[in-house]
């Protein structure tokens, strides 16, 4: 499933479930070359590191952020990798996302306090085994006095659940009836769609519906057609069922009484 | 096979994606800065009613009821005492607010230097340059053909308004809504205007929505509002002093008393990230279930407000469609003009904007004129928070707001004010004082708004 474009952040394809990883989020460090306390100068890049609980390892999902004026993201991860057991050495830090531009004009305010959500597949490697991240955050412009990164979440790779808005009995249809009745069965669907539908009510093998020649292999209708006549078909009843107090009522007054007090403050 | 629920769908799902583009950030500065504005405005309007002893709402006794219906379309014989009423609030009042916008991450240092900016606007919104202006009005180029400029009298219409005209009328005879709007861009011819925006705006006057207009004007024959007064008081001050106007003033009444009780209207907060005032019925203070909106429609009308309504009153006659193409333009365009966001179609991107093409393109006059404290923003702010209505003609007004309907977008007014300017700078740099500027550029009426922006945008060596 295409996953939505990094904004505001209910990523449709992280199952409701899941709950972010637990990690530690140090303060940002600002690099800087020289004395920190006598120069003045603001230096424009500064690293988050996120630690993750010693020997547990997360297979990454999703990283999720609330933008704080910072124009540029470039993330690194440290994966334990089979061939590093036993030994001592230092692992690799790889670059999983580089120069990620979350400010298009740095100057102004345009996505400084944006919300951002990561994919694991619009990462540039594989971020399975993760034992630390490491944010590095870069603002070119000196207008701005702070820039950091906010609300920052690491979600696992957890189990794909079905999508639970989904019903069911549009995943169940007869296999070896499926090219025939399709068209004869969306046909009925819609024409019931007007009074409301009712889940799983409906038969699944009505080849006379309006369909010439009956059962065969005569004349297949195309399945996507029928494929979006049927998804036209669930839209509208998701609409129809989300759509209780269609009418507006337009009601102001409480009980037909509108006499109030003073307007509230708060 | 396509549904015939179909159209009332894809109807639906139109007008949901149009109210929806863009919303806004809502950051620190916003909120903070908003939340003081709205609570001065709450407390003028909560110190008119304890000065004045009128209670906010109150219903009418029977007989001014039947009173009121039978004079229902003469309103405007009415000469209630308004002289103690003042506007809530108006346009300068709402600049000073925004002069003093600040973001407390931006380095505002006391020394002057790069990072402030030289107009009165403070706040480091992305706004669109001259190359990106002419890409997104392309079809405003010198190449294209518009109304306001190739209809003219010295123009043979075989060149381009017959045909025009013509196309005009195939999209409503196809009712095609998306072809409707991309045609506006080259203006609307006189005829069809009154069609093409209500195709543009999805408004089909269903007989459902006429009689929704006849419960929100039940709605004012019950109840009186205190917000009634300032509507008065407004179309007496603006509308009915105004030689195009003062026609209208019946019907602005029966539209903007209407537009007050209108809670549907409170739907466009959920992208418009002001707050509507609030309050409780009486000896209920504080229990939630006994809260409401004031006025219903969560909008309290400032000096100047009824000009949104009145140009609409030469396309519309019927009192329920004026009034749905009314509301429809507030809640997608209107209501950006005195709320603060960071949306680029907002008050204040559309203010930096103006400042930033003034500066950039000329800078000499934007220079002389700050000199003799004549900051321009001062002057253009009224036109552009008015949408220029009450200070164009007419018939150049509608031309202006087919493009702020084509385009979707209210940047044209900043493009305008800044073309105007222009057009009168080198009178601009003889002034010595704000007010001479203010003469130089008090009387827009015989201006002609395409060429004006097509030489602005198009012409101008930059």
């Known amino acids: ?266 | 096979m396509m549904l015939e629920q179909d159209t009332g769908l894809s109807l639906a799902i139109a007008q949901i994606v149009q109210r929806l583009k863009g919303s806004s950030l809502h950051s620190q500065l916003e909120r903070q800065a908003r939340g003081s504005w709205e609570k001065r405005i709450l407390k003028s309007l909560n110190s008119m009613c304890t000065e004045l002893s009128i209670p906010l709402a109150r219903k009418r006794p029977i007989g001014e009821q039947k009173e009121l219906l039978n004079k229902w379309n003469e309103m405007g014989t009415d000469e209630p005492d308004l002289s103690l009423f003042r506007p809530v609030y108006a346009p300068k009042d709402f600049l000073e607010v925004l002069m003093n916008l600040r973001n407390p991450n931006y380095e505002n240092g006391d020394q002057p230097s790069f990072r402030n900016h030289l107009g009165l606007i403070q706040v480091p919104l992305k706004v669109k340059d001259i190359p990106e202006l002419k890409d997104s009005f392309s079809e405003l180029g010198l190449n294209t053909g518009q109304l306001g400029i190739d209809d003219s009298t010295q123009v043979p219409p075989e060149l381009f308004e017959n045909e025009h005209v013509r196309v005009g009328q195939t999209v409503l005879t196809e009712q095609d809504s998306a072809a409707a709007q991309q045609y506006v861009r080259q203006g609307c011819p006189t005829a069809l205007r009154a069609e093409l925006w209500a195709l543009i705006l999805n408004i089909s006057n269903q007989p459902e929505d006429i009689l929704y207009y006849e419960q929100l004007k039940s709605n004012v024959i019950q109840h009186d509002l205190l917000v009634d007064s300032l509507i008065y008081k407004d179309v007496k001050l603006t509308a009915s002093n105004d030689d195009y106007y003062f026609v209208f003033e019946d019907y602005l009444y029966q539209v903007l008393l209407c537009f007050s009780r209108d809670t549907s209207v409170l739907e466009h907060f959920s992208y418009n990230s002001a707050t509507p005032p609030k309050s409780y019925i009486r000896g209920k203070l504080g229990m939630e279930e006994y809260a409401v909106f004031y006025p219903p429609n969560g909008v309290i009308p400032f000096h100047g407000f009824s000009m949104y309504v009145a140009p609409l009153c030469f396309l519309y006659h019927e009192p329920s469609k004026l009034y749905q193409i009314f509301r429809e333009m507030y809640v997608r365009f209107f209501f950006r003009l005195h709320s603060i966001s960071s949306h680029p179609s907002g008050i204040v991107s559309l203010c930096l904007l103006f400042e930033t093409l003034l500066q950039t393109h000329l800078p000499q006059l934007f220079y002389h004129l700050r000199e003799i404290g004549a900051q321009p923003l001062r002057i253009s702010f009224k036109w552009m928070v008015r949408a220029f209505s009450g200070y164009l003609a007419t018939d150049q007004l509608l031309l202006l707001w087919d493009r702020i309907l084509g385009y979707n977008s209210l940047e044209i007014l900043a493009v305008l004010a800044a073309a105007v300017f222009a057009f009168r700078a080198v009178n601009l740099m003889e002034v010595t004082s704000l007010a001479a500027a203010e003469a130089v550029l008090a009387d827009l009426s015989t201006l002609k708004v395409m060429p004006l922006l097509q030489i602005f945008l198009f012409a101008t060596v930059t």
Not at chain 1, 42 to 49: E, K, L, N, R, S
Not at chain 1, 175 to 185: A, K
């Open chain 1, 1 to 266: 499933m295409e996953p939505p474009a990094p904004n505001p952040g209910h990523g449709a394809g992280r199952p409701m479930a899941t709950r972010p990883a637990p990690c530690t989020v140090r303060s940002p460090v600002a690099l800087q070359v020289g004395d920190v306390k006598t120069d003045l100068a603001q230096p424009g890049v500064a690293v988050i590191d996120v630690a993750l609980p010693p020997a547990q390892p997360l297979d990454l999902q999703e990283i999720v952020f609330k933008n704080s004026y910072t124009a540029f993201l470039t993330v690194r991860v440290q994966r334990r990798r089979p061939c590093d057991v036993g030994r001592a050495s230092a692992r690799k830090w790889v670059t999983c996302l580089w120069n990620h531009c979350l400010m298009p004009s740095p100057h102004t305010e345009a996505g400084s306090q944006d919300y951002f959500s990561l994919f694991r597949h619009q990462l540039l490697c594989d971020v399975d085994q993760v034992t630390a991240v490491r944010l590095i955050l870069r603002q070119p412009s000196p207008v701005w006095l702070h820039f950091t990164l906010e609300e920052l979440r690491l979600y696992p790779r957890g189990q794909q659940s079905l999508q639970t808005d989904f019903p069911s009995w549009l995943s169940h249809l007869a296999p070896q009836q499926q090219p025939e009745n399709l068209h004869g069965v969306s046909r009925l669907l819609m024409s019931s769609a007007g009074a409301g539908v009712s889940q799983g009510a409906v038969s699944m093998s009505r080849p006379e519906l309006g369909y010439p020649g009956g059962r065969g292999q005569q004349g297949v209708p195309d399945p996507e057609k029928v494929s979006t006549e049927v998804q036209q078909l669930w839209v509208l009843t998701e609409m129809i069922r989300a759509n209780q107090t269609a009418a507006r009522i337009g009601r102001f007054d409480v009980d037909g009484c509108y006499d109030i007090n003073l307007l509230s403050y708060t």
